[in-house]
């Protein structure tokens, strides 16, 4: 790794003194330091920064400090270059970071020694065609989402795979997860769990109006197609809870598998049932 990239969530400021000496001791050691727009101005080196898709380009690989949520927007920008991220976590729960930030120093010794590993997550890719025509397109790593605005009525969803109906019912949404997804909406809707190292897709209902309405779990190699029907108020395409698309009437949405997989440089030898056992009692014990 001779340029690593720094992403810094500014909303994280109170963290910058530690990225400050974390960006200084990278320097000492020969690596080239390149930042994000945020990350330089909250540095107060704004002159130094990059846009996210060039800062992606021309780094080996990318320091991303914050929570699940920073990492997700870094990953559509850094899996088209096959960049991989190490998750720093500044935020709350942090399923997706690698290392909390008083063990950094460990993690970038043996990140700078080779002492790490690679994993690879599957991506999913949204599509909007209305008329026939594609009007929307976007990629994410962990879900796209149907739902209902705020004051609408329940929504009538038709779900396909492959041009095949695999149901019909009234909800408030439907979600089409990805492995690494499966631990975000799809879970809080009673979706499953799923090992992120499994290529496949998930599809939860959320809030179903009919007991026959289940978490479906498909091949990757399906391409699932939703259409809704929009009598009033808004329905809306999310991707990765961060980028958001209004549908309207007859639009269909199919969801397949990306056509490149996000990367995740893995320093610590804590399994995907470790961080989930971590993670998930942290949540619990947070809200007590």
């Known amino acids: 790794m001779n340029t690593i990239g720094m992403v810094l969530n500014k909303e994280k400021y109170k963290v910058a003194p530690v990225v400050k000496k974390i960006y200084h001791w990278l320097k000492n050691n020969n690596i080239n330091v390149l930042m994000s727009d945020e990350c330089a101005e909250t540095l107060e080196q704004p002159e130094s920064g990059h846009p996210l898709p060039q800062l992606s380009r021309l780094s080996d690989c990318m320091l991303v400090w914050g929570g699940d949520g920073t990492i997700l927007n870094c990953t559509r920008y850094a899996a088209p270059f096959g960049t991989p991220l190490y998750g720093i976590n500044a935020g709350r729960l942090g399923f997706l970071t690698e290392v909390d930030i008083p063990d950094i120093l460990p993690g970038l010794e043996s990140l700078l020694s080779g002492d790490y590993t690679i994993e690879e997550r599957m991506m999913i890719e949204a599509q909007v065609y209305r008329q026939g025509k594609l009007v929307e397109s976007s990629r994410g790593l962990n ?60 599809i939860t209902p959320i809030c179903p109006h009919t007991l026959s309405a289940r978490p479906l779990v498909i091949s990757p190699d399906n391409v699932v197609s939703v259409t809704t029907e929009i009598s009033r108020g808004e329905v809306m395409l999310t991707i990765d809870g961060q980028y958001g698309f209004s549908l309207e009437a007859n639009d269909e949405v199919q969801v397949r598998r990306a056509p490149y997989k996000a990367k995740f440089i893995k320093t610590k030898k804590n399994s995907f049932y470790s961080v989930l056992r971590d993670k998930l009692e942290e949540w619990n014990s947070s809200h007590v």
Do not use: C, H, Q
Not at 164 to 179: C, F, H, K, R, T
Not at 191 to 201: A, E, K
């Open 143 to 202: 879900d796209a989402v149907i739902s209902k605005g705020a004051f609408a009525r329940m929504i009538w969803l038709r779900i396909y795979a492959n041009n095949e109906l695999i149901n019909s019912y009234p909800a408030d949404g439907v979600v089409i997860a990805s492995p690494t997804g499966s631990t975000a909406y799809s879970l809080s809707a009673g979706g499953p769990l799923v090992g992120p190292n499994l290529d496949l897709m998930v």
